[in-house]
T-cell receptor, first 110, second 118 residues
Framework: DAKTTQPNSMESNEEEPVHLPCNHS???????IHWYRQLPSQGPEYVIH???SNVNNRMASLAIAEDRKSSTLILHRATLRDAAVYYC???????????FGTGTRLKVLA | DARVTQTPRHKVTEMGQEVTMRCQPI?????VFWYRQTMMQGLELLAY????????DSGMPKDRFSAEMPDATLATLKIQPSEPRDSAVYFC????????????????FGEGSRLTVL
């Protein structure tokens, strides 16, 4: 299974943009990149996913490197409610497994 | 709002007892996942089903854990006998990851079942 590497923790000031990096150097050509987040005492929730092109939705943007070996989740204006653990996941081609790594714990400072 | 429903939300039991956790996936979703979360191991994939058939349960301890989908509206995860090391939060998730091709679908998670084995 292809793996992802994320920083253990990051901090951001409220209302500032946040860039959460993820490395996935062993990604295969058909693996999709997914991001989920887990708020305290809740199950993970979907944020965004993509294959090759950058993606935007109401929650965030996903920037994917041209070689696809890394990606960045962008929160345009962090709020206190965005404090969570953010997981970068590769949807493994052929097996449909969604394997969660250790994630990045985002702290948002007021 | 459609949601994944898990029961019980909390369970405290003694070592050696049987524990059954239940999950009602979102209607129409054809794939159901079971995850376990602990502080030490994080989120571990235990098993997943597609159209009620088990696709992969390699993450599950076979000697004491079993997972089934008796019908499309119910998934169960059973531990027999339970041990203190099974204490964790167990999450069920459902989705249709094949709708747009492999790996394209969104997973919806339940709120989890917190299990404590004394």
């Amino acid at each position: 299974d292809a793996k992802t590497t994320q920083p253990n923790s990051m901090e951001s000031n409220e209302e500032e943009p946040v860039h959460l990096p993820c490395n996935h150097s062993t990604i295969s050509g058909t693996d999709y990149i997914h991001w989920y987040r887990q708020l305290p005492s809740q199950g993970p929730e979907y944020v965004i996913h993509g294959l090759t092109s950058n993606v935007n939705n109401r929650m965030a943007s996903l920037a994917i490197a041209e070689d696809r070996k890394s990606s960045t989740l962008i929160l345009h204006r962090a709020t206190l409610r965005d404090a969570a653990v953010y997981y970068c996941i590769l949807a493994t081609s052929g097996t449909y497994k969604y394997i969660f790594g250790t994630g990045t714990r985002l702290k948002v400072l007021a | 709002d459609a949601r994944v429903t898990q029961t019980p939300r909390h369970k405290v039991t003694e070592m050696g007892q049987e524990v059954t956790m239940r999950c009602q996936p979102i209607l129409g979703h054809n794939t159901v996942f079971w995850y376990r979360q602990t502080m030490m191991q994080g989120l571990e994939l235990l098993a997943y089903f597609r159209n009620r058939a088990p696709l992969d349960d390699s993450g599950m301890p076979k000697d004491r854990f079993s997972a089934e989908m008796p019908d499309a509206t119910l998934a169960t995860l059973k531990i027999q006998p339970s041990e203190p090391r099974d204490s964790a939060v167990y999450f069920c998730a459902s989705g249709s990851p094949y709708a747009g091709g492999p790996g394209t679908g969104e997973l919806f998670f339940g709120e989890g079942s917190r299990l404590t084995v004394l």
